[in-house]
């Protein structure tokens, strides 16, 4: 077996808050609308507008954020996004407690949440490049991947249990302090970081917003797996409220088994984060994404035969497990092809653009999926978005489109 790579002290502190930062959200996994159901009754549309205009917003506020972000020292860019998500996060407890929490209020955490995530995540994307080696960056993306998954599966059980003992808003609490301390975390790394220097004229153009964008459509690859990403992200996101509405209102599931349902078949997270590198070694990059990113499209349909009882449960769970598996072997190679194919220069705003189109697409998604559920019911509309997901394998890219200077990667000994 290959041995554990190390990245050094400065990597660690950065997966450090990365990892609080993600356990504190895993804990308050779908939090939000949660509360949107627990507590305010909201129906379909409402629960599903909570998970679509919120992050719309949020994406439209990280459009002008995207070219201070590229031109700024990207570890304060993490450090004030952390604290901004802290103190908005911490709104929610105090509203709760004096009876004023609305709903309106949730939209407008939602979409600042979204805009700093965005720039947080074009931040660390850019702040990874810088510190860890060319032939580690699929190994720091494998790591981060594993803990994401890793952290879904301990948080939502918890976080459930913590529901029915302490109240819908005690996960969001956990959520908030999470950004601090990964705050914390952050302001441990030691090093001067080098304001970076802009490359044009004037980096605050009108034209600065849109860099990103050129540079994934001008290239053959990123265009192809830009496109792919934005519907399969969408359409699997898209059935997360359409879920709850089924899993808690109309089916009766108790929030636990809610939330053990999305946790248990993250262990396929980590099982599919670990195994990246070597499928790389072995099979190439394009299989991995022909292949693999197949996989991630053909298991969504099955969300639509949910029953009452341990039958559905055991549905959900099988479902997940599938598309979590070829989902975590797939993104860490994605993260790290697309930071090799981008400029240093270019790395904040195209990851804020992808970031952007992604959101939005799952914005945009979600809303039509709510609307869709409103008029035919949740199980219709999960039925409609397993059949268009199996149209996305039609968009991954050609061979030649992502082989050409594909970097080698050394033959993984068994």
């Known amino acids: 077996m290959v041995g554990r790579t190390p990245l050094g002290r400065q990597f660690g502190w950065l997966w450090a808050a990365y990892a609080v930062s993600a356990y504190g959200s895993g804990l308050g996994f779908g939090a939000l609308p949660l509360i949107a159901v627990l507590a305010l009754h909201a129906g379909p549309a409402e629960v599903s507008a909570l998970s679509a205009v919120g992050p719309a917003v ?47 209020q949730l939209l407008v955490i939602s979409a600042v949440v979204a805009a700093a995530k965005i720039a947080f995540n074009a931040a660390s994307g850019a702040y990874l490049k810088a510190l860890v080696r ?14 994401n998954w890793s952290s879904i599966a301990v948080g939502p059980p918890l976080g459930g249990a913590a529901i029915g003992l302490f109240g819908p808003v005690i996960t969001v609490v956990v959520d908030a302090l999470s950004y601090l301390l990964s705050a914390l975390c952050l302001t441990a790394i030691r090093g001067r970081e080098e304001a970076p220097q802009p490359t044009d ?3 605050a153009r009108a034209g600065a917003l849109l860099d990103g964008w050129r540079h994934i459509m001008g290239h053959p690859g990123l265009r192809a797996l830009y496109l792919n990403q934005m519907l399969v992200a969408g359409l699997i996101m898209a059935t997360e409220p359409l879920l709850a509405v089924l899993l808690l209102r109309r089916l009766g599931f108790p929030p636990w088994q809610y939330g053990l349902a999305f946790a248990a078949p993250c262990v396929g ?23 693999v990113g197949t996989l991630r499209a053909i298991w969504l349909i099955g969300l639509a035969f949910v029953r009452p009882g341990v039958v559905g449960l055991v549905t959900v769970i099988a479902v997940e497990l599938a598309i979590i598996v070829n989902m975590s072997l797939y993104t860490p190679v994605l993260a790290t092809y697309r930071l090799e194919h981008t400029p240093k220069h270019l790395v904040a705003r195209t990851l804020s653009a992808w970031s952007i189109g992604q959101q939005a697409s799952i914005a945009v998604l979600t809303a039509l999926g709510g609307l869709l559920a409103d008029v035919t019911g949740p199980r219709t509309a999960l039925m409609v978005a397993g059949l268009l997901i199996l149209t996305t394998p039609l968009l991954l890219p050609r061979h030649d489109q992502t082989s050409q200077h594909e970097p080698e990667l050394p033959r993984s000994r068994s």
């Open 201 to 203: 004229r004037s980096p």
């Open 134 to 147: 060319p032939d580690d960056l699929l190994v720091a993306n494998a790591r981060f991947e594993s803990t």
């Open 269 to 291: 997270g980590l099982i599919g984060s670990r195994l990246a590198r070597r499928v790389v070694a072995r099979y190439g990059r394009h299989w991995v994404f022909r292949t």
């Open 58 to 104: 949020g994406a439209l506020i990280a459009v002008p954020l995207a070219p201070w972000v590229e031109f700024r020292r990207k570890r304060l860019v993490m450090i004030a996004t952390d604290l901004t998500r802290f103190a908005v996060m911490a709104t929610v407890p105090v509203a709760y407690a004096f009876g004023l929490l609305s709903f309106v």
